[in-house]
């Protein structure tokens, strides 16, 4: 069975910084790419930023300079460093994973982590 599982979030005054992660784990072949989405509350949810198995990366232009995608091939793991965190980036941030399974690609939602920031 393939899980997805994000970690990192809290609460954090604007200006703070915090780093999420998101690992894969299960009977996995590949990963084609590993992503960060993010919804506040009566939004839709909305691309953050991704990055590809050859490691090229996206970003909205809103996180653009302040949040950076990374990964760790070896485990499996996507990090999503956040920096001059705004309030307006408070919003459950989901991580998703596309992932080749048994020679097929599939996609896989976590369950989303908390970022709070106060002003």
């Known amino acids: 069975q393939v899980q997805v599982v994000e970690s990192g979030g809290g609460l954090v005054q604007a200006g703070g910084s915090l780093r999420l992660s998101c690992t894969a784990s299960?009977?996995?072949?590949?990963?084609?790419?590993m992503g960060w989405y993010r919804q506040a509350p009566g939004k839709q949810r909305e691309l953050v930023a991704i990055?590809?198995?050859?490691?090229?990366?996206n970003y909205a232009d809103s996180v653009k300079g302040r949040f950076t995608i990374s990964r760790d091939g070896t485990k499996n793991t996507v990090y999503l460093q956040i920096d001059s965190l705004k309030p307006e980036d408070t919003a459950l941030y989901y991580c998703?994973?596309?992932?080749?399974?048994?020679?097929?690609?599939?996609?896989?939602w976590g369950q989303g982590t908390q970022v709070t920031v106060s002003s």
């Open positions: 998703k994973a596309n992932l080749v399974v048994e020679r097929y690609e599939y996609q896989y």
């Open positions: 990055i590809a198995s050859g490691g090229k990366t």
């Open positions: 299960g009977r996995i072949d590949s990963i084609s790419a």
